[in-house]
């Protein structure tokens, strides 16, 4: 079965710089990979999804991610951070059917 | 276009009650999964309906988990006979027929068992 290694548990970044949060995924044929935002209390909001084609993928709010096969890596972007971002994270490998594996998320704080 | 609506959003109950759980899918999505989330942790798939029909049950926690889509529409999760530790957020997704891949996630319920 796919899994999916976050790990960053918690991050810290100043408002206005770049942002990058990582993910390592386990599956033995390509997989759909997923980026989540869930913030306190609330359920999870997709950010962008990676199927095929194209490695570098754009989401909503300017984030980005870029699937590197050689690397089982599918990492999170953002060139300027906002307030508003700060959130838990979570990266997500579905194999084509029901079977959708989360990480464990990371936590990203933004300083002022 | 409204999104999963789930019902209700925090739940608290004495441990030993039964409590039951509501999921509004998008309008026209044909299948809808539930998850549990503790503290810390990302969502844990635990079923998931195709329509009406439960494709995939084996991952529900316990014989205590059951849930149900009978209209093929909304569907309920229900947990008897709640222990301390089924303290968690209880996720809905739904996806779309035409890119079942994808999951649009409801708000969630906060249960806590006492």
């Known amino acids: 079965a796919q899994s999916v290694t976050q790990p960053d548990i918690h991050i810290t970044v100043s408002e206005g710089a770049s942002l990058e949060l990582r993910c390592n995924y386990s599956?033995?044929?390509?997989?759909?990979l997923f980026w989540y935002v869930q913030s306190p209390g609330q359920g999870l909001q997709l950010l962008l999804k990676?199927?095929?084609?194209?490695?570098l993928v754009q989401g909503i709010k300017g984030f980005e991610a870029e699937f590197k096969r050689s690397q089982s890596s599918f990492n999170l972007r953002k060139p300027s951070v906002h307030w508003s971002d700060a959130a838990e994270y979570f990266c997500a490998v579905g194999a084509g059917n029901n079977d959708m594996r989360f990480g464990a998320g990371t936590r990203l704080t933004v300083k002022p | 276009d409204t999104g999963v609506s789930q019902d209700p959003r925090h739940k608290i109950t004495k441990r030993g009650q039964n409590v039951t759980f509501r999921c509004d899918p998008i309008s026209e999505h044909n299948r809808l999964y539930w998850y549990r989330q503790t503290l810390g942790q990302g969502p844990e798939f635990l079923t998931y309906f195709q329509n009406e029909a439960q494709l995939e049950k084996s991952r529900l926690l316990s014989d205590r988990f059951s849930a149900e889509r009978p209209k093929g529409s909304f569907s309920t999760l229900e947990i008897q006979r709640t222990e301390q530790g089924d303290s968690a957020m209880y996720l809905c997704a739904s996806s779309p027929p035409q890119v079942q891949e994808t999951q649009y996630f409801g708000p969630g319920t906060r249960l806590l068992v006492l």
């Open positions: 599956y033995g044929a390509t997989p759909y």
């Open positions: 990676y199927f095929s084609g194209d490695t």
